[in-house]
């Protein structure tokens, strides 16, 4: 049973057995511990949204979904690293300053209403620098973070292996370390000798930054020997002779349910970003009726690596620290690219993805397209029917969608109307030419995936 504490009007706290005369209000211990920290949230409106986008470009005021949409991923990493929202502002017209990288004027709003609505901390849905960071902290009373640091904190909760663990500090060390400032109050040189006899020695910062960037060269060194038992192990599976396929994609696309589905492994799989960190590899049996008219027989099996998710501004030290993770996708013999189907901003998220892989090389790797979730589309999923993905598809063929598709299903050559699904999934169809639609809750579209991987790798064999 906890004890109860009472505090009273000069703030100092005592026992229930404490003095009768003060005034005093009981304080529950623990509900304090488990109160969920708040964040109040600022974004931008043309930052994560392709809708906002065109609407800035046409002149057009940005509809209420549109600005509700610019926060919903930075929602749902806050929502992954426990914490509560307590309010939202969208910029619309920023305006540079050197104090807080917006109008004074705006700044000090929105320190406001985190103050009016009990935020705990303000969170920026794009990176801060150093130095406005320090002048936030000090006009809103409150700890700051950008959306980088809430990535990095996601990270190190879910590292479970000595190789994660190891990564994600090296990237929290290389983020923290010209931020170093901002953590100190006192900055007091250590004191010399007698005067004139020593300088005054060196500042408390100087110290630490020292310190940190010896501890980044330990971490270094370490990952080197984890990068080289990789290596082994990735020479062990090349001795069995199977292809290798990784699956990349957007975090939350369902990368690890879809490994799980295919090949029975038990990755933790949650409805949050970034739920697992580390690669794993199983094999997957194909189908032996590819139905490929060649003289080399498909292969009968292949190994398959569920990798860590990409996001849109996935910080670059994370990149650099995840290099041996990530190089699972550069060094397979194909890529499977998963799509969240049913996320209006998939066009978005499939940018991303390219972009991460030419960052780590991996863009000249052979890929499928899958488009993943189809069992929950809706109408008003997808891409809208005149989207211009079909120009920024690497690697993907041209060929012009079938319009017998589009005519049999035309209610004016009399044949049955589609249903919202189906008029999804051909509009995604469409921006995606060679893409397979599956569903790993209901497993469908598996078989026509195994056919395609065993064509896919033999055509570039």
Same mark, same amino acid.
């Given at each position: ?10 703030? /100092?706290?005592?026992?229930?057995? &404490? ?9 529950? %211990? ?10 109040? !949230? ?16 046409? &002149? @057009?005021? $940005?509809?209420?979904? $549109? ?38 004027? =705006? ?33 809103? /009373? ?23 663990? %190891? ?15 901002? @953590? ?18 060196? @500042? ?40 290798? $396929? ?141 989207? #211009? =993905? ?6 993907? /063929?041209?060929? =012009?969608?079938?319009? #017998? ?19 999804? !999934? ?32 033999? #055509?570039?064999?």
């Amino acid at each position: 049973m906890s004890q109860s504490f009472y505090e009273s009007e000069d703030g /100092s706290h005592c026992s229930a057995g &404490g003095s009768r005369n003060s005034r005093k209000s009981p304080i529950d %211990l623990e509900a304090e511990e488990n109160k969920p920290v708040r964040a109040f !949230l600022v974004g931008k409106a043309e930052s994560r949204s392709q809708w906002i986008g065109d609407a800035l470009a046409g &002149g @057009t005021s $940005c509809a209420a979904p $549109c600005v509700s949409s610019a926060l919903a991923e930075l929602r749902g990493l806050v929502d992954t690293l426990g914490l509560e929202i307590a309010g939202e502002h969208i910029l619309t017209n920023i305006k540079p300053h050197p104090r807080y990288g917006i109008g004074t004027g =705006t700044a000090e709003a929105i320190a406001a209403k985190a103050s009016e609505a009990h935020a705990d901390c303000i969170i920026f849905d794009f990176e801060i620098s150093p130095t406005h960071q320090r002048n936030w902290e000090k006009l809103a /009373s409150v700890p700051v973070f950008d959306r980088h640091e809430v990535i990095l904190r996601i990270f190190a909760q879910r590292a479970r292996t000595k190789e994660a663990v %190891l990564q994600v500090e090296l990237a929290k060390l290389a983020y923290s370390l010209p931020r170093l400032a901002h @953590t100190y109050g006192d900055m007091a040189r250590q004191r010399g000798g007698s005067y004139g006899a020593k300088g005054a020695g060196e @500042t408390k910062l100087e110290l630490d930054r020292r310190a940190v960037q010896e501890k980044m060269h330990r971490i270094k060194k370490e990952l080197e020997k984890v990068r080289k038992n990789r290596a082994t192990n990735r020479k062990k599976r090349d001795k069995a002779a199977l292809p290798s $396929c990784a699956i990349v994609g957007y975090t939350n696309a369902g990368k690890s349910s879809l490994l799980n589905a295919l090949t029975g492994a038990d990755v933790l799989v949650e409805n949050k970003l970034f739920a697992t960190l580390d690669p794993t590899t199983r094999r997957l049996q194909l189908s032996n009726s590819a139905g490929i008219a060649t003289t080399c027989n498909p292969p009968a099996a292949v190994l398959l690596t569920d990798t860590v998710g990409f996001i849109d501004g996935l910080p670059h030290n994370l990149v650099d620290a995840f290099k041996s993770t990530l190089e699972e996708a550069a060094l397979a013999d194909l890529l499977l690219i998963v799509l969240d189907a049913s996320d209006p901003a998939v066009t978005e998220q499939y940018k991303t993805v390219l972009q991460v892989l030419t960052e780590i090389h991996a863009d000249a790797v052979p890929s499928l397209i899958l488009l993943n979730k189809t069992d929950l589309l809706t109408d008003a999923d997808g891409l809208a029917p005149n989207t #211009e =993905t079909a120009t920024i598809l690497k690697n993907e /063929s041209t060929t =012009t969608p079938n319009p #017998e598709n589009a005519i049999a299903h035309n209610p004016a050559n009399g044949a049955l109307p589609q249903t919202q699904n189906e008029a999804t !999934l051909s509009r995604l169809k469409q921006a995606f030419p060679d893409s397979i639609p599956i569903s790993v809750k209901n497993k469908a579209g598996f078989t026509e995936l195994k056919n395609a991987i065993a064509k896919k790798l033999q #055509e570039t064999n």
